[in-house]
């Protein structure tokens, strides 16, 4: 693995994200934050969004209530609502590009990413869908998660890794893992590899039809 790609899904968590925005302050490194809209209606919460992008972090749509994989939702608006409640709720704070990651049970990629319905509002609303390559499996809570991220990331040229910033306890070894990344001369950047990218800017790519439900 030459480069990496942070990114920290489900938060904003008062002390857990002040936890990760401290560790990656002291190390000068610039991530993204994927947040959970009904979060965000909590203003203890929200100051941390608020100051992860004041830091020059990315913030990202990760759903409104992050229940139903958006392609398995009986109702497709209510997918859309999914999407479009949390934008609202992002407000100044948004990247953008409009950055979108869904999510799939377990870091599992697949057709029960989006409906036909999210897929049609994230093209027409000009979103950047947002995938990964490594999921480490950090709500384990231990410590394991950095030996498993660089397995996976032995197969890849540039990794995207899904964290969490949630209290699974697997925070407190973040400071350790970025260390051996930069032991290994792992670059880290803040952009996304392009086979991360299943929508750009409103526009499909490749990988796109792979990531819904009904087909394209
Ligand atoms: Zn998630």
């Not at 409906?115 to 990964?132: H, Q």
């Not at 394991?144 to 890794?161: E, P």
């Not at 952009?191 to 800017?201: A, E, G, K, N």
């Amino acid at each position: 693995m030459q480069k990496i790609t942070l990114s920290f899904d489900n938060g904003p968590t008062p002390e857990i994200t002040d936890h990760v925005l401290d560790v990656l302050e002291r190390r000068n490194i610039h991530a993204t934050f994927f947040v959970i809209g009904e979060k965000l209606a909590d203003a203890n919460a929200r100051a941390r969004t608020v100051r992860a992008h004041g830091a020059g972090h990315w913030i990202g749509n990760h759903s409104f209530t992050h229940k139903t994989p958006l392609g398995k939702m009986d109702d497709p608006a209510e997918s859309v609502k999914e999407i479009e409640n949390t934008q609202a709720a992002l407000a100044d704070f948004a990247h953008s590009r409009r950055f979108f990651r869904p999510f799939g049970g377990g870091g599992a990629l697949g057709d029960h990413l989006l409906s036909r319905a999210a897929f049609d509002y994230l093209c027409a609303e000009k979103f950047t869908c947002v995938t990964w390559n490594m999921i480490p499996r950090d709500w384990e809570g231990d410590r394991g998660w950095i030996q498993r991220a660089f397995d996976i990331g032995a197969d890849l040229d540039w990794g995207l890794v899904v964290l969490h910033d949630l209290p699974s306890g697997a925070m407190q070894y973040l400071d350790e893992f970025l260390q051996r990344l930069d032991d290994e001369g792992v670059e880290i950047v803040q952009d996304f590899p392009p086979d991360c990218l299943s929508i750009r800017q409103g526009v499909p790519t490749p990988v796109a039809a792979g990531y819904v439900s009904d087909p394209l």
